[in-house]
């Protein structure tokens, strides 16, 4: 019997979410196919089987918290590990037991038809549960839904997605969800509805840190407003050949990007971070780029930013936002940042003050871009495409001029891009 245990996930991660079972009791594994996702407080990991068997038994359920080093789940070894039928796919198994069973009942024997009922008996048992795509079982737990409640027009019985959605929108859903996650009882005469969802793990670690970091960092925020006219004249006289060149499109965050660098360079203290009573100036400059996940906010990194040009800088952000996306982000995307930038401005976000990337002592906001009227002298005053920006800094380590500095170099390099070229 194979034991398959929770990996080391890193340095700091003991512990992790069974978020989805992947295989189920009988199902046959390849080696190094994944059998279950885990969700860890930073990104989802897959775990595989180290050797070919069958699936025997899951010792932890979908939610459950587990520890690294513990055993989850138990495989027999070889492909013939279990009964012929073990051995079958999780559709295979659904298949026969609906098509075949009912005939075999009535014509086998007494003996072959204790088989049968084995075999259905293994596929639907209520403790195995019922089939259901990876999918629809993460949606069902995120809803509080019971999948033996719902329904499927599937000829195999497996529920998806979809079954799962539109057994939500029923009026009895209300009556599927577990007795703990029920909302607390309300006055019969109020007629107002609630609905309680558990916060995922990545989600408690994104509460948890903001909450830590407002509360051991001098948390100051500085702003100022930039004249993108520039900018946008450059991007457009270059977007074609940089599209042609590089297969990519020249954005705004590479022009910030780039300018970040110039000014972390100037001044060192904000590339920095504070372990104990020292202070950590750090001579590279891997950039924090925050982008919007499924499950929360998460902040890969682009590494060695000052080395990388443009267009290297643009195509690791897509490549970096569509894992983001997909969930598919690992553990050395996410860690080692110096600094971090984040664009609220694509939501529509007008000014905000960001909150830091602890351990990292600042962080740079972009936001929306708007034409308002600026004066351009005395008499003179015109539209022009503005964008406020905004600073916020440990102010422990970091001081009003050097946080005021920077963010007014940012300004200078963004309203004059070609500074950007004489940037070491």
Known sequence: MIEIK???????ITEGTVATWLKQPGDHVEKGEAIVELETDKVNIEVPADEAGVLEEQLAGEGDTVQVGEVIARLSSGSGGGTAVATKTKTENA???????PTEKKTESVEEGKKVEKREEHVASPGKGPIATPAARKLAREKGIDLSAVQTNDPIGRINVHDVSRHEEKPAVKEQKPAAAAPAPQPAASGKEEERIKMTRRRQTIANRLVEVQQTAAMLTTFNEIDMSAVMALRKRRQEKFVKDNDVKLGFMSFF?????????RMPYLNAEIQGNEIVLKKYYDIGIAVSAPDGLVVPVVREADRKNFGEIEKDILHLADKARNNKLGLSD?????????????????????ILNGPQVAILGMHSIQLRPVAIDADTMENRPM????????HRIVDGREAVTFLKHIKDMIEDPEQLLFEA
């Open 334 to 354: 996410l860690t080692g940042g110096t600094f971090t930038i984040t664009n609220g401005g694509v939501f529509g976000s007008l000014l905000s003050t960001p």
């Open 6 to 12: 929770v990996p080391e996930l890193a340095e700091s």
């Open 387 to 394: 964008m406020y920006v905004a600073l916020s800094y440990d």
């Open 95 to 101: 298949t026969e037991t609906m098509t075949k069973a």
């Open 257 to 265: 990007t780039k300018a970040a660098v110039a000014a972390l360079k």
